[in-house]
């Protein structure tokens, strides 16, 4: 089974839909991150959490939400979905001794 | 602002070759350096720098950081067309992971 896992992993919605994507992770690593990747830019960072209590905005927050449920689920909602907020969306997880971050297997959004 | 730029954008290169991918940054609080390969989604991870001139090797790929001059290279050698993916770059500055745009490699057989 895979460590960090993303759900769902294609989705196509409409202009002011809202929307929530979810993340799960069995690492039992206490970080949590979600990423956008738009061609040619790279992956840029939304929102990061270090624990249930800890919520803290990336370099691209605007138009998002977070929500940590548990050390295991990290969900991103999109309140009012707009066609530039479609893009590949990443989940990663890390543990507090190291910088690796290992991430879900992404999920392609596309707002119509 | 914090910036990390890889170069080139892209390259094309036969099998068996040897390819040299770069990454400069500019961050106020350098950690680490990271490389990952992206081939159809997820990004997994290659190596980790944080001390220069020690070199990291797993098989045919191998990474160096300069923290003076402020870059790092991704060699691979003897390239096989499994190689072909996007190559990111990315520093942890404090908190945060800041990546840059990539590298694409495609080989050809």
């Known amino acids: 089974d895979a460590d960090v896992t993303q759900t769902p992993r294609n989705r196509i919605t409409k202009t002011g839909k809202r929307i929530m994507l979810e993340c799960s992770q069995t690492?039992?690593?206490?970080?949590m991150y979600w990423y956008r990747q738009d061609p040619g830019l790279g992956l840029r960072l939304i929102y990061y959490?270090?624990?249930?209590?800890?919520?803290n905005k990336g370099e691209i927050s605007d138009g998002y939400s977070v929500s940590r449920q548990a050390q295991a689920k990290f969900s991103l909602s999109l309140e009012s979905a707009i066609p530039n907020q479609t893009a590949l969306y990443f989940c990663?997880?890390?543990?507090?001794?190291?910088?690796?971050?290992?991430f879900g297997p992404g999920t392609r959004l596309t707002v119509l | 602002e914090d910036k990390v730029v890889q170069s080139p954008l892209s390259l094309v290169v036969h099998e068996g070759d040897t390819v040299t991918l770069n990454c400069s940054y500019e961050v106020t609080n350098f950690r680490s350096l990271l490389w990952y390969k992206q081939e159809k989604k997820a990004p997994t991870f290659l190596f980790m720098l944080?001390?220069?001139?020690i070199e990291k090797k797993s098989g045919r790929l191998s990474s160096i950081l300069d923290k003076k001059e402020l870059f790092s290279i991704l060699n691979i050698t003897a390239t096989q067309t499994g190689d072909s993916a996007v190559y990111l770059c990315a520093v942890q500055e404090g908190n945060k992971l800041v990546f840059g745009a990539g590298t694409i490699l495609r080989v050809k057989s």
């Open positions: 690492k039992g690593h206490d970080r």
């Open positions: 959490s270090f624990d249930v209590k800890d919520i």
């Open positions: 944080t001390s220069s001139g």
């Open positions: 990663a997880t890390r543990e507090a001794s190291t910088d690796t971050q290992y």
